[in-house]
T-cell receptor, first 112, second 115 residues
């Protein structure tokens, strides 16, 4: 079946550090891939997405590239800010688009 | 205007009670969902409706019953609440199943605490 695996958190960084959160997936067919972010006490917001191999999604300085050969969609940001502290979820949508399957989430904590 | 709105945002109730969480989307989407987020932040789909028809029904206790009066609304009824039902419940909607790249939009969540 379809599944998403994310690196375990929490990830603790200093402001302006480089961020990578690893995400790999298992899926049949050609899923779309997403990163959602959940700020403390809030709901889920779409951060970025990619719908086919080699696509790069980007938003707010975050980037992720859909790598079919390694079944990965790692999230990166060159310089994190305190305001980036949140829980980040990698997810895939099956080919029928019927639902999102989420990874377990990675908590990021950025200190000044 | 909020695209996907849920009420109530916070709900504290006693074991054994029956409660409902309401959800409405004003995006004109065909598909709506309920997700549950547990204390470890893990998100799992519970139900999905497409044009008022149930299309996903994951293994959840039958005390949980979704009801979709029209395609813009998907309410969640929970009977005989238990301590383990304490969680955040997210409603979501999607423009059209059949296209995997469509974005699923989430509500702000309903924090349910059973005491």
């Amino acid at each position: 079946g379809n599944s998403v695996t994310q690196m375990e958190g929490p990830v603790t960084l200093s402001e302006e550090a480089f961020l990578t959160i690893n995400c790999t997936y298992t899926a049949t067919g050609y899923p779309s891939l997403f990163w959602y972010v959940q700020y403390p006490g809030e709901g889920l917001q779409l951060l970025l997405k990619a719908t086919k191999a080699d696509d790069k999604g980007s938003n707010k300085g975050f980037e992720a590239t859909y790598r079919k050969e390694t079944t990965s969609f790692h999230l990166e940001k060159g310089s994190v800010q305190v305001s980036d502290s949140a829980v980040y979820f990698c997810a895939l949508s099956n080919q029928a688009g019927t639902a999102l399957i989420f990874g377990k989430g990675t908590t990021l904590s950025v200190s000044s | 205007d909020t695209a996907v709105s849920q009420t109530p945002k916070y709900l504290v109730t006693q074991m054994g009670n029956d409660k409902s969480i309401k959800c409405e989307q004003n995006l004109g989407h065909d598909t709506m969902y309920w997700y549950k987020q547990d204390s470890k932040k893990f998100l799992k789909i519970m139900f999905s409706y497409n044009n008022k028809e149930l299309i996903i029904n994951e293994t959840v206790p039958n005390r949980f019953s979704p009801k979709s009066p029209d395609k813009a609304h998907l309410n969640l009824h929970i009977n005989s609440l238990e301590l383990g039902d304490s969680a955040v419940y997210f409603c979501a909607s999607n423009t059209n199943r059949g296209t995997s790249g469509n974005t699923i939009y989430f509500g702000e969540g309903s924090w349910l605490t059973v005491v």
